[in-house]
């Protein structure tokens, strides 16, 4: 079983920076892939970016390619997206994801264990 924890989101203005963390607990993470999505009110859940643990390869959305970068820390089993620019258009709900053997780690149905989610607005 895993257990995954998000943290860090927030009230923030337009350009502003946010860091969510996702702390990760309950096995070895070495092959596995560690996800980000979003949901805003009434929209679907949505790939944001993800890694592979052991490797560090890295996917990102076209809408955030530039803004966000996805990183981990094995010293602490945490999961990291840092935001950058931050537009209207990031407002949602984050969910932090994990799985192994995903063929498509754009597709949130590939991934078994999911956080709570951490709010993050972003105001004009």
């Known amino acids: 079983q895993v257990q995954l924890a998000e943290s860090g989101g927030g009230l923030v203005q337009a350009g502003d920076s946010l860091r969510l963390s996702c702390a990760v607990s309950g096995r070895t993470f070495s092959g596995y892939y560690m996800g980000w999505f979003r949901q805003a009110p009434g929209k679907e859940r949505e790939f944001v970016a993800a890694?592979?643990?052991?490797?560090?390869?890295?996917w990102y959305a076209d809408s955030v390619k530039g803004r966000f970068t996805i990183s981990r820390e094995t010293a602490t089993n945490t999961v990291f997206l840092q935001m950058n620019s931050l537009k209207l258009e990031d407002t949602a709900v984050y969910y932090c994801a994990a799985g192994n053997s995903i063929r498509s780690v754009t597709t949130r149905y590939e991934y078994a264990y999911w956080g709570q989610g951490t709010q993050v607005t972003v105001s004009s």
């Open positions: 890694i592979q643990w052991s490797s560090r390869f890295v």
